[in-house]
């Protein structure tokens, strides 16, 4: 979704200076355009979640979390993003231009963090909704779900202050990367507990439905079928989040590890990246009017109305 170290502004501005002015301007074009999808399509999201009464409040809590993060990008960081590649055509001051900089990568920083944690809570909802039955909404309330991502606010925020201000990289950026190492291992575990469990649950119906003269074995299948429905969109949405952002750490860390990395391919390389990694935004809205017909049609409600009004 969003540019995941915030530590490289100055790196883009030294690779926007070794690009053609008609490439820079054309990814500025389209970083412009995706703000807009993003920012559009996730306000459209939020107000969706809010008719929608067939997710679970503490998921939907959850969902307009991410939606939340994906607009303030749209709105926020990626046109800050694009402010910065037209520099080579507008020549920004230098204190105008550290300053874009400065808050672009604090809050890209922020908002990866932010959905990368909540992404990876969202799977763990799911799976203790799994195990758990009817008891999963006395364990996972919605107070105790509004404390969880108030930390995960709290320690983003905590994180890149310390990393920007307080010279604490050393401490910054190894708790970052330790924070998406977890959640990427929560996330393959919450999927591969549910993939089992499922399975395992399946089998049983099936057992029962056999003894009992029932050759399907369902005895629930509407319930079960809303769930896969509900897990599947919400691995298509971590799924377009590794997709986004995997090219984007492979290149830092190229970056970071080989010292004459620089020139036109470099820089291409980059932006190219970058700007795949704020297209995230924009596919997530996507990703939920597909996978999730109540938001769907709840969207469609509310393009409809608003069309008309």
């Avoid at 490289?8 to 690009?19: D, I």
Wanted: aromatic content about 10%.
């Amino acid at each position: 979704m969003v540019n995941c170290t915030g530590n490289f502004s100055f790196t883009l501005t030294g690779f926007v200076c070794t690009l053609p002015e008609g490439l820079v301007v054309f990814f500025a074009a389209l970083n412009i355009f995706l703000s807009m999808t993003a920012s559009l399509g996730n306000a459209l999201i939020l107000i969706a979640l809010h008719k929608v009464a067939s997710v679970h409040p503490t998921t939907k809590l959850l969902f307009r979390c991410l939606a939340v993060t994906d607009l303030c990008a749209g709105l926020i960081t990626q046109p800050l993003y694009a402010a910065i590649l037209l520099n080579i055509v507008t020549k920004m001051k230098r204190n105008i231009l550290y300053c874009v900089e400065v808050i672009e990568g604090v809050s890209s920083f922020i908002l990866c963090h932010v959905s990368i944690l909540v992404s990876a809570a969202i799977s763990m909802d799911r799976l203790l909704a799994l195990l758990l039955g009817l008891r999963c909404r006395q364990v996972v309330s919605l107070r105790r779900v509004c404390v969880l991502l108030t930390f995960f606010w709290l320690t983003g925020i905590s994180i890149v202050l310390m990393k920007r201000f307080w010279n604490g990289n050393q401490f910054a950026v190894p708790v970052a990367f330790s924070l998406g190492a977890l959640s990427v291992f929560i996330s393959i575990f919450s999927y591969t507990m549910i993939f089992f469990k499922l399975r395992q649950q399946r089998a049983q119906v099936q057992l029962q439905g056999l003894h009992q003269g029932q050759p399907n074995g369902e005895r629930n299948p509407l319930n079960i079928a809303r769930y896969k429905k509900t897990v599947s969109s919400i691995a298509h949405v971590q799924l377009a989040l590794v997709v986004c952002y995997v090219p984007y750490i492979i290149s830092s860390v190229f970056l970071i590890t080989i010292t004459g990395w620089s020139g036109m391919s470099a820089g291409i390389v980059w932006i190219s990246v970058v700007t795949l990694l704020y297209l995230n935004s924009s596919l997530n809205p996507i990703l939920y009017c597909w996978k999730i017909k109540e938001v769907r049609q709840a969207v469609k409600d509310t393009v409809r109305k608003f069309c008309c009004s």
